[in-house]
């Protein structure tokens, strides 16, 4: 029986890091291809081309990098790969995961993993990590899924996945939602049927800035009140609550809202933001009301990802259909 073709990227992060020398540190130095020997049973299971595109901690990743990575998976499934694995860093694993969401075009399935172990700790989840992650990317029923992250037996939506503890094994989440899937005995399972999915066009420069920030009790407005004039083309904040700021911020804000746009999402870690609950100035009413778009349960990092990808296409205008679509909801 011919076997599916599946491609995998490495790009580094912990599953590819060891230290030189006792004590100082452990830094990426393992290739994808001698990762792949961690994994000899792959072998019975798919004829597969791995490529070490990358050795980088994933906090050194750019979207420059990223589009290539892109442009390589989209590659491999014109010669043939049923699905694709991108194995690196977790610390950026839920941006990454989210901005190849939404410019995946195929139904084959691109799957996102890494460890939280580095490749020579006892113990380490690399290999069972990636394993899994191939197991996914070739299954038929991962197929229409977009982009899933896999780790530690769990499958995750790109659209609702975080990284939501700094150094356990069981380090993403994906809160509200849930994982949308696991590993029963090396089959990916799925508690959800595949949502609609929504896919942008290439951007087509990368030179746009997307500014974040965070609201925080007593905090000034100096960085907020400089924001235009620093050159940024879009400002995310990560609001209070259910997406508030404070009546001072609310008064920056819709200055800068007038010239770019604004969304105001949760920094709580959960949950969405309101449209129509409070009417203080600063609330989400009042935001509104001053030119920011509220961003549902996509959370602060998630829609910096999608205004600066709007940005790149010329498509900002449509921030508030693609914010509507709320991803999470229909996961
Ligand atoms: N701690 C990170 C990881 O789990 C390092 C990185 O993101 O590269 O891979």
New binding site residues.
Partial sequence: MDLPKLAIAAL????S?QARNAGEGVI?TVSGETLLTSIPELATLALVNIETLGM????SLDFELLLSVLSWAKFQVKQGAVGVVII??????EEAATFFDYLWPHDFPLVLT???RSAAQPGADGPANLLDACRVALAANSRQRGVQVVMNGQIHQACSVRKTDSLALQAFSSPVAGPTGLLLEDRACYLRPPRQRMVLPLPQKTTQKVAMLEASLSADTLLLENIIALGYDGLVIAGFGAGHVSQRWATVIEHIAEKIPVIIATRTGSGSTAKVSYGFAGGEMDLIRKGASMAGFLCPRKARILLWLLLGCQQEHELAGYLKGDALLQC
């Fill in positions: 580094g992060g912990t599953v890091m990426p980088l901690p994933s906090a690196q860093g977790t610390d950026t694993l890494g460890a939280m």
